[in-house]
């Protein structure tokens, strides 16, 4: 099911909402970076901004008014990005070949070039994650897989002052999450383990990520049945064909004469 | 000689044939991320304009179809249940009679009514995935129709170019003069010699 190469080396970001100031630095960071402009937003009565992802906008902080008893002004931030699955559903129903790709690190990285814009990723993604660009191009988080390449680390994580976002290799980001408390990461086993983990202090769906993630049942079906049933349909006829030739041969009008 | 199909009969068919062979290789290409595929048309993109468009030609000339076999097709008789059952005679390596045929036989008749039905089916979900976008259930249901229809088109097509070329051999020649030898059609065809008043 999946269809990460590399396991041992793999990087990810590890999202800590309890101390996130909600500052947005990660997403000019990114913007900067990335050379993303900047794009006319409204104001829709909260400090989310961009409303949601956009092909200018890879990362935003999602602000989420949720008053609780103990805490009648509570308000979650939590960054939301590319989850970077290991089995991700944008890679296995892409009909292009290298348009989204695997890096060593295990980001989900995109060639524009190679994109034929079928928008069928949008379909698959568990997570409503890739924009079309003007061009009808995907566009999405990479993982700045151009600066962890060469050693950095994401502009976003870089630029981060409070330690909301880490980057590092993954099994490492689990432990420490792990040893500071947090019993359960979001992220750790999901779609064969995600890229982006989370370290939620309460239920997932209140930061507005699914309990149980999944790959769109349909698109499941597609990979392991029909998929192969294209081979063996067409495999299956073409061998009918010459078995039936070799062994019944073809009609023959002279026959008709003898009876 | 008889003449079974038109000059305008066999153009379409062909057109219908090349198109829709274009269509399964690049079907293939997309479904299995083939490159050396891809590679034949430049560039992923050019293979995607290419099937798109291809797409355009293939509705057109099947809608063409619906002129030449759609009401034959739906004509079916007691004959037609009997052929069915004894397989066309195909399933035997001797001589059978099969019951009195028209101008196609069952197995024509219902390839085209699972072509017509297939083929509006791969038509509906292309147009869908390539035009209507913003609609995740409507994108994900097209890619299953359309899948789906595929796998019919690659089984169904190759047995019906079988059935036309080495099975039948003179078939052909249908797809191309469009004629047949009168004693020939007198054996194959009866009730539409009958028809016609040849018979």
Same mark, same amino acid.
């Given at each position: 099911?999946?269809?990460?190469?590399?396991?041992?080396?793999?990087?990810?970001?590890?999202?800590?909402?309890?101390?996130?100031?909600?500052?947005?630095?990660?997403?000019?960071?990114?913007?900067?970076?990335n050379?993303?402009?900047?794009?006319?937003?409204?104001?829709?009565?909260?400090?989310?901004?961009?409303?949601?992802?956009?092909p200018?906008?890879?990362?935003?902080?999602?602000?989420?008014?949720?008053?609780?008893?103990?805490?009648?002004?509570?308000?979650?931030?939590?960054?939301?990005?590319?989850?970077?699955?290991?089995?991700?559903?944008?890679?296995?129903?892409?009909?292009a070949?290298g348009a989204i790709y695997?890096?060593?690190?295990?980001?989900?990285a995109f060639d524009k070039e190679k994109c034929i814009g079928?928008?069928?990723?949008?379909?698959?993604?568990?997570?409503?994650?890739p924009r079309y660009d003007k061009d009808n191009k995907i566009s999405k988080?990479h993982?700045?897989?151009?600066?962890?390449?060469?050693?950095?680390?994401?502009?976003?994580?870089?630029?981060?002052?409070?330690?909301?976002?880490?980057?590092?290799?993954?099994?490492?980001?689990?432990?420490?999450?792990?040893?500071?408390?947090?019993?359960?990461?979001?992220?750790?086993?999901?779609?064969?383990?995600?890229?982006?983990?989370?370290?939620?202090?309460?239920?997932?769906?209140?930061?507005?990520?699914?309990?149980?993630?999944?790959?769109?049942?349909?698109?499941?079906?597609?990979?392991?049945?029909?998929?192969?049933?294209?081979?063996?349909?067409?495999?299956?006829?073409?061998?009918?064909?010459?078995?039936?030739?070799?062994?019944?041969?073809?009609?023959?009008?002279?026959?008709?004469?003898?009876? | 000689?008889?003449?079974?199909?038109?000059?305008?009969?066999?153009?379409?068919?062909?057109? =219908? @044939?090349?198109?829709?062979?274009? $269509?399964? !290789?690049?079907?293939? *290409? /997309?479904?299995?991320? +083939?490159?050396?595929?891809?590679?034949?048309?430049?560039s992923n993109y050019?293979?995607?304009?290419?099937?798109?468009?291809?797409?355009?030609?293939?509705?057109?000339?099947?809608?063409?179809?619906?002129?030449?076999?759609?009401?034959?097709?739906?004509?079916?008789?007691?004959?037609?249940?009997?052929?069915?059952?004894?397989?066309?005679?195909?399933?035997?390596?001797?001589?059978?009679?099969?019951?009195?045929?028209?101008?196609?036989?069952?197995?024509?008749?219902?390839?085209? =009514? @699972?072509?017509?039905?297939?083929? $509006?089916? !791969?038509?509906?979900? *292309? /147009?869908?995935?390539? +035009?209507?976008?913003?609609?995740?259930?409507?994108?994900?249901?097209?890619?299953?129709?359309?899948?789906?229809?595929?796998?019919?088109?690659?089984?169904?097509?190759?047995?019906?170019?079988?059935?036309?070329?080495?099975?039948?051999?003179?078939?052909?020649?249908?797809?191309?003069?469009?004629?047949?030898?009168?004693?020939?059609?007198?054996?194959?065809?009866?009730?539409?010699?009958?028809?016609?008043?040849?018979?």
């Amino acid at each position: 099911m999946t269809n990460s190469p590399n396991k041992n080396n793999r990087k990810a970001i590890l999202v800590t909402p309890e101390v996130c100031i909600g500052c947005r630095g990660c997403q000019t960071a990114c913007k900067n970076w990335n050379q993303l402009p900047g794009q006319k937003t409204k104001n829709l009565g909260t400090y989310q901004n961009p409303p949601d992802l956009e092909p200018t906008a890879y990362n935003i902080i999602r602000y989420s008014e949720i008053p609780s008893e103990a805490n009648p002004v509570r308000w979650l931030f939590v960054s939301r990005r590319c989850m970077h699955c290991d089995d991700a559903g944008c890679m296995k129903i892409c009909p292009a070949p290298g348009a989204i790709y695997r890096t060593k690190e295990g980001a989900v990285a995109f060639d524009k070039e190679k994109c034929i814009g079928c928008r069928l990723c949008v379909a698959g993604c568990p997570f409503d994650v890739p924009r079309y660009d003007k061009d009808n191009k995907i566009s999405k988080c990479h993982l700045c897989y151009d600066r962890i390449a060469e050693g950095l680390q994401p502009a976003c994580t870089k630029t981060c002052p409070t330690g909301a976002l880490r980057f590092g290799d993954r099994d490492k980001l689990i432990e420490t999450a792990k040893q500071a408390g947090y019993s359960k990461i979001y992220g750790e086993a999901d779609l064969g383990g995600l890229g982006s983990i989370f370290a939620f202090k309460d239920t997932p769906k209140l930061y507005g990520y699914a309990e149980k993630p999944n790959i769109p049942e349909s698109v499941i079906f597609w990979h392991n049945v029909l998929k192969p049933l294209a081979v063996i349909g067409l495999g299956g006829a073409v061998a009918g064909a010459l078995i039936h030739f070799a062994v019944i041969g073809p009609h023959k009008d002279e026959e008709v004469k003898k009876s | 000689m008889v003449r079974k199909a038109s000059v305008a009969e066999i153009v379409n068919h062909w057109i =219908l @044939a090349v198109s829709c062979i274009l $269509l399964i !290789i690049t079907g293939y *290409g /997309f479904l299995f991320q +083939l490159k050396p595929v891809y590679a034949l048309f430049g560039s992923n993109y050019t293979m995607k304009v290419v099937h798109n468009w291809t797409g355009i030609v293939f509705t057109l000339s099947l809608f063409g179809t619906l002129f030449n076999y759609l009401q034959e097709s739906l004509d079916m008789s007691i004959d037609d249940w009997n052929w069915i059952k004894m397989g066309g005679g195909y399933l035997t390596k001797g001589h059978v009679d099969v019951p009195p045929m028209g101008k196609i036989n069952t197995g024509q008749k219902l390839y085209y =009514l @699972a072509i017509l039905v297939g083929g $509006l089916g !791969i038509i509906a979900s *292309g /147009f869908a995935i390539w +035009l209507v976008q913003g609609t995740r259930t409507l994108t994900l249901l097209s890619h299953l129709i359309h899948n789906l229809c595929f796998v019919l088109f690659v089984v169904a097509v190759p047995a019906h170019i079988y059935l036309g070329t080495l099975a039948n051999p003179g078939l052909l020649q249908i797809m191309i003069s469009g004629k047949v030898p009168l004693e020939v059609a007198k054996k194959r065809y009866p009730k539409w010699m009958k028809e016609i008043g040849k018979a």
